[in-house]
């Protein structure tokens, strides 16, 4: 088989088409022509219009969630950070952003939108070596208040009791 008749399956397919569908185009009518269309714009108009909106697009664009903001200042040197608007970004991770060191800054940087966005609203992001936003609050040193003198007897006993139980989890 050559060339010739594998480029004349196309008109050899239009030509059965047209076979098939003249009866119905009798019975049933042909059908009525398309409309002129005259284009208002030029081709080479499209193209500029197209990069009009384009950068207006881009000039408007409005980052209520703060992720792009988040990227951005991530990706950023450190020089440049100082003088970064994070006015987007809530002011717990804010502050938390402020402090974080380069390498976590880093890693939230390559994150995608939606652990950034949990970042954002404090949740659990799953981002390895990049703090929560809200969980790091200080925590006293100790729950209990100090025990008063005379409970001196029970606080022995309670610390006997401690001792041979860490006693039998003791190494070494």
Known sequence: MGKDFWNSLPTIGRAVDDVISWPFRVLFGGGSPLPHYE???ARSDVVETFKQAREAAAAHSLDASGIETVRKYCNARKDDRADMDISAVPPQARLLLMTMSDDELY???RAGPGQIKKFLDGKQHEINGVPVV???KPIPANDRP???AFNHR???HQALLLRD???RYKIG
């Open 134 to 136: 809200g969980v790091h």
């Open 165 to 167: 139980v860490e006693d």
């Open 107 to 109: 890693a939230l940087g």
């Open 154 to 156: 029970r606080w022995r």
């Open 39 to 41: 284009p208002e714009i």
């Open 146 to 148: 100090p025990r008063p």
